[in-house]
């Protein structure tokens, strides 16, 4: 399983991972100390949503019609670029918020492109018996670095404050080197652009009730409970902590999906009974943010998220395989496009609802109903997409029979 391509997508997933959680860290925190405003937090998610919302079509078929590894050198690229505007702008005598999110919204586009291209990638370089696996090990590699990530963030944070962000510029030269060990992968359709082609993957979608459903859970249940958002101001205002706490409560669901990740990548056999398994971790994700709201302690508030992130990383698993595998390659650039933008709604629009309910009425109560609603969508979904919830084993499309 382990080659050259496979390691050269770790290293260069594990730098734009570690880049992006150290700065969703220190961006929240920075922001909220200049402004003091908990809705300016909700804008960090929608200045980078709406330019994936804007370009995911054209992105997802790109990734199906040029070099996978040349959209993912650029991507690189641009976000390299980015790290440098912000590190600018953070080192102004007045931070312009309005600046910050125009970079954000660069970054946003850079993604737009980065995320279909990563994800139809793996298939290539890695067989399907073994894809499962490959998928645990970089989710657990990609969930290690979210774990440094907010640890490295709280420490830079407090030896260095607003200058960490040159530091990460180093980060950016490791994800083109990872990158550029990838090989020049053959590309399986002709490159003409039309709307037929553009929309191929949503329509492929339409008629898969099993992919449609992980997409559509995935979307839903964190855009529900995603609390991430509001941690800068849950440990100024509920636990009374500095940027050290902010940092290791942001790693905590990072490590849960660790350990989970780590122990899956150890079993030899596939996974079996998939749908069943996929509705249990996200009952235990729901009760983890409600677990989470009632945390008046630093302890019980780091169990509750360590719970969150193995939960979730259970969920992770069984959907990107069901996708990557149930997924023509052919499509799976497009395909991979529209996991993308649902991916990227799910957080941005998450933390954009969970900013904008604390904003209202604090972060106590905007977890409390995070938690209720997310319960009710995974009881709802198992209704809606019972193929998906019933699903034993994961097959290709080949040998499966799209609902």
């Given at each position: ?193 039309d709307l037929k082609d553009i929309f ?107 719970i969150y992130g193995g939960s979730d ?34 957080n941005e629009l998450g933390d954009f ?51």
């Open positions: 399983m382990w080659s050259k391509a496979l390691i050269g997508l770790i290293i260069g997933r594990i730098a734009t991972t570690l880049i992006g959680s150290t700065m969703s860290v220190s961006i929240g925190w920075h922001l909220y100390e200049s402004t003091g405003e908990a809705f300016d937090l909700a804008l960090v998610g929608i200045f980078q949503i709406v330019p994936v919302i804007s370009l995911f079509l054209v992105a997802g078929w790109a990734a199906d019609n040029f070099s996978r590894k040349s959209i993912l050198l650029l991507s690189a690229s641009l976000q390299l670029f980015v790290v440098l505007a912000v590190a600018i702008l953070m080192n102004q005598p007045e931070l312009n918020k309005w600046a910050l999110f125009l970079s954000l919204s660069v970054l946003g586009a850079g993604r737009a492109f980065f995320a279909p291209a990563i994800q139809s990638v793996l298939p290539n370089i890695v067989s399907t018996d073994h894809l499962g696996r490959a998928v645990a090990a970089i989710s657990s590699m990609w969930n290690i670095a979210l774990t440094v990530g907010p640890f490295l963030a709280g420490v830079l944070l407090a030896m260095l404050d607003r200058q960490l962000y040159w530091v990460l510029i180093i980060f950016g030269l490791f994800t083109l080197g990872g990158f550029s060990l990838l090989p020049a992968l053959k590309i399986h359709s002709e490159r003409k652009l191929s993957g949503v329509h492929y979608l339409m008629h898969n009730n099993v992919v449609r459903g992980a997409l559509f859970t995935d979307l839903v249940v964190i855009l529900c409970g995603s609390v991430m958002a509001i941690l800068p101001v849950f440990v100024k205002d509920v636990l009374h902590e500095g940027p050290e706490t902010l940092g290791l409560l942001r790693a905590m669901p990072a490590v849960g999906a660790t350990l989970i990740g780590l122990t899956m990548v150890r079993r030899k056999r596939a996974i079996e009974r998939n749908g069943p398994l996929l509705f249990w971790s996200l009952i235990i994700f729901s009760f983890s943010i409600i677990g989470f709201a009632f945390s008046q302690n630093l302890y019980v508030a780091c169990f509750a998220l360590l990383m259970i969920s992770v698993v069984i959907r990107s395989s069901v996708v990557q595998i149930m997924t023509p390659d052919a499509l799976r650039g497009r395909v991979s496009a529209v996991n993308s933008l649902f991916i990227a709604s799910s609802r969970s900013g904008s309910v604390t904003a209202a009425i604090g972060p106590v109560a905007c977890a409390v109903t995070g938690g209720v609603m997310s319960l009710g969508v995974v009881l709802l979904f198992r209704k809606t997409f019972r193929p998906l919830f019933e699903l034993q084993k994961i097959e290709p499309p080949e040998l499966s029979k799209p609902e």
